[in-house]
């Protein structure tokens, strides 16, 4: 039961009309009618929340402002505040990030014979990656292939994507579920073996591989697993807060901060391999989030200002079903399976107004306009918000059906005395995903040599917008990826020599010279969440 | 103020509104949290806590982010706990009974108190699983403790010394690999693509997709849709 009387009331009225609402099949819109939608109602197209940028390689491109302020940010060190001749860590492949895309990149450095090693802000596994609930796309059905995959990717991101790094992304899929199986995690079998796969927004085959709805947690927790049974060293508690260079201005290294301490230090590497993941935490447009806690958009600006270039810094994503409702939830995601499962999205009037599986952009930017525009939206103590008709899927798939496929849901709302079996949902967009980032080739190499991204950091790969699963997928192939590649590299490269943060004065001259010097520290590293008195 | 609770954090008093978590309302009080704060949405484990409310008996495991403050709550964060975590090679081990005897030998101590199950963030009924990993039903002991955050707060209240999660980690990863039906299918089209049957459609595309949007851009549109 809601503890707002008046919510109780108006889930009387989604009640009464679920029968009539599963049976429904709503129409897909056209693509004019998403192309309208999407320039009205979704926050990417809000002009005056972006920012021109006035220095670095992306000098004259829009990025949001909240970004703009770290990328034209102020390094936390000067390069009189380290000895870069006297390193505390010297390896081959240094990797930033403790995720899915790290974990990865490490194991495969690793099985290359190279030495690795993985610094992280926070633990490893704290990440994007442990939250991902709904699932891994891979076409290996046979109705299925990795070109009709490619297309509904490609099309999903709006034809933006570059189709390299899409045929890798579909061409490795498969290859990647057997990777992740083999090691041990598990996934939603029948029982001859066969993958249990449903539809994603966007999607045209059932192709959603998942471990009920802690899918990423599940792969997550196996690779963290798998990178301490290697001895692989894990860094924790220790941010990188600038990317060293040689005297070649190739990659050679990071400064490192312990997050405690605050001490410094600097760690000596062949190649570097940025898997920082998004920037939910940076609340673009005020926006709640989904994301980690550690999602501040560190790499983004690690790799900026060594002079890597940005691709679609521009698009986000905002998942369209954050939890509208009760408040200590308030954001947190609601997994895009709970529609895969026959869920249907419904207005106040107890209305389905759209296809629940549209693709994530077209689906945030239809509940937006639900909610404003044509003023059907919920009202709560938090704003509008939108049902979400979970008993739907006990109506279609049976009693049970809840507790088994999305346990997380039930438990995250049951402590909030709202049984998701029995009483919808209330959702609003959260700002989730990083759909653009550093610009990569199909190897993982960023315009720096020697300096790699992989994950949720990357950009190019999802276009402007990404399918559900699409995420998962990437951090496993591009984080397997990188970490072959970057690997490769280290064993043809000598020790870094003439060891130099120079980047860092030139970029503040840079900053001056356009008259956008601020005091931002930056990388953020953690958001500002204590209450100032 | 209105609806504002008492709360101690770490046995010191602070006054906070109704309605937060136990992680917001440190943060209301001015912590700026690096330990025990990780996903905040239950997933990571992270913020494992313990607090009993004043004048009861009782003491409770939860995870800092998904519980509301009650008044008189005492809570003790727990941002790390030595769990033992034993190394081992995937591919080398196999899923008998004498693995968890080798590896995790503790878990034959345990004196079923049940004071792990009691623990447990997430409600899951921990004893019963290390009951199934004692006899080496690693498939049953998988499907026990799938939801565990590995938070560690039903080791802390164990006796006899078990690191329960790293048990279940190990069992899961048993089932995943070596239990669980394989799937042949998955195996069937990595060899598809590895034979290269697919790469004459995917240059297509990429061509297409490279001069000719026009005619991908119908191609998307117009595609059949799985039902």
């Not at chain 1, 400064?255 to 391999?273: D, F, G, H, P, S």
């Not at chain 2, 693995?99 to 792990?116: D, F, K, R, T, V």
């Not at chain 2, 009951?131 to 006796?159: H, I, L, N, T, W």
């Amino acid at each position: 039961m809601y503890k707002i009387e008046k919510l109780n009331e108006l889930a009387k009225v989604v009640a009464e009309k679920r029968a009539e609402n599963a049976a429904l099949e709503p129409r897909r819109m056209t693509a004019e009618e998403k192309d309208d939608l999407l320039a009205h109602f979704h926050p990417d197209y809000k002009q005056d929340e972006f920012t021109v940028l006035s220095a670095g390689v992306n000098k004259g491109d829009k990025v949001p402002t909240q970004l703009a302020a770290l990328l034209q940010g102020k390094s936390r060190i000067t390069a009189a505040d380290v000895d870069l001749s006297v390193p505390d860590y010297d390896t081959d492949v240094l990797i930033i990030g403790g995720g899915g895309a790290g974990a990865s990149a490490a194991i495969e450095a690793d099985e290359a014979g190279v030495k690795t090693m993985i610094v992280t802000k926070l633990r490893i596994g704290d990440a994007n990656t442990m939250m991902a609930e709904g699932g891994i796309q891979a076409a290996d059905k046979p109705n299925d292939s990795p070109a009709i995959h490619f297309l509904d990717a490609f099309g999903g991101g709006h034809f933006a994507a570059k189709p390299e790094l899409v045929k890798k992304l579909v061409t490795k899929a498969p290859e990647a579920i057997q990777w992740l199986n083999k090691l041990g995690v598990e996934f939603d079998k029948e029982p001859d073996g066969t993958m249990v796969t449903t539809h994603g927004g966007g999607t045209s085959r059932k192709r959603m591989h998942a471990a009920k709805d802690y899918s990423g947690a599940e792969i997550m927790r196996t690779l963290r697993d798998e990178v301490i049974n290697r001895g692989i060293p894990v860094i924790d508690f220790t941010a990188a807060i600038e990317i060293i260079l040689d005297e070649n201005g190739r990659a050679a290294g990071a400064v490192l901060m312990n997050m405690e301490t605050k001490e410094l230090l600097v760690a000596r590497a062949k190649t570097v391999i940025i898997a920082t993941g998004g920037a939910g935490r940076l609340h673009y447009q005020g926006f709640p989030t989904s994301n980690h806690y550690g999602a501040t958009a560190d790499g983004l600006i690690l790799g900026y200002r060594v002079g890597a270039k940005l691709l679609y810094a521009d698009t986000l994503q905002y998942h369209p079903t954050g939890t509208g409702y009760p408040e200590q939830i308030f954001g947190a995601l609601v997994t895009e399976k709970v529609r895969s499962l026959g869920a249907k999205l419904v207005n106040i009037d107890g209305d389905v107004f759209m296809h629940p599986l549209e693709t994530r952009d077209v689906t945030a930017a239809s509940i937006i306009r639900e909610c404003t525009a044509r003023d059907k939206g919920i009202e709560t103590n938090l704003g509008k918000a939108i049902w979400l008709d979970t008993p739907m899927i006990e109506l279609i798939h049976g009693e049970g059906t809840i507790e088994k496929r999305i346990p997380a849901m039930m438990r995250m709302f049951g402590k909030y005395g709202i049984d998701i079996r029995k009483e919808p949902i209330l959702v609003y967009p959260t700002l989730h995903y990083q759909n653009g980032g550093l610009d990569i080739t199909d190897d993982c190499a960023t315009g720096v040599e020697n300096l790699y991204a992989a994950g949720e950091v990357a950009g190019g790969i999802h276009g402007r917008n990404r399918l559900m699963g699409n995420s998962l997928l990437d951090v496993i192939v591009f984080g397997r990826n990188a970490g072959i590649y970057a690997s490769a590299k280290a064993k043809e490269t000598s020790e870094p020599q003439g060891l130099t943060l120079g980047h860092i004065e030139k970029f503040n001259k840079e900053l001056e010279a356009a008259g956008v010097a601020g005091d931002t520290a930056s990388p953020m590293l953690l958001p500002h969440y204590a209450r100032k008195k | 103020m209105d609806n504002m609770l008492n709360v101690y954090l770490f046995g010191k008093r602070y006054q906070v509104p109704a309605g937060l978590t136990i992680m917001t309302a440190m943060e209301y009080a001015g912590y700026e949290l690096v330990r025990g704060c990780g996903c905040r949405n239950g997933f990571c484990g992270a913020c494992a806590t313990i607090y009993r409310i004043k004048g009861e008996i009782e003491l409770h495991g939860c995870l800092a982010c998904q519980t509301e403050i009650q008044e008189g709550m005492y809570v003790a964060t727990l941002p790390f706990f030595p769990l033992e975590k034993r190394v081992y090679n995937i591919e080398e081990i196999k899923p008998t009974q004498q693995i968890m005897m080798q590896l995790y030998p503790e878990i034959y101590s345990c004196i079923g108190c049940n004071a792990c199950t009691k623990a447990c963030t997430q409600e899951l009924n921990v004893m019963q699983y290390i009951a199934y990993a004692q006899r080496g039903e690693y498939d049953k002991c998988a499907e026990e403790s799938f939801d565990c955050v590995m938070c560690g707060v039903c080791s802390s209240r164990c006796p006899a010394g078990i690191s329960h999660p790293q048990v279940a980690m190990l069992a899961r990863r048993l089932n995943g690999k070596y239990i669980a039906p394989e799937c042949a299918h998955l195996a069937d089209r990595v060899n598809e693509i590895n034979e290269g049957i697919f790469d004459e459609k995917i240059a297509e595309l990429m061509t297409k997709a490279v001069d000719n949007l026009d005619e991908i851009k119908d191609m998307y549109n117009h595609r059949e849709i799985e039902k």
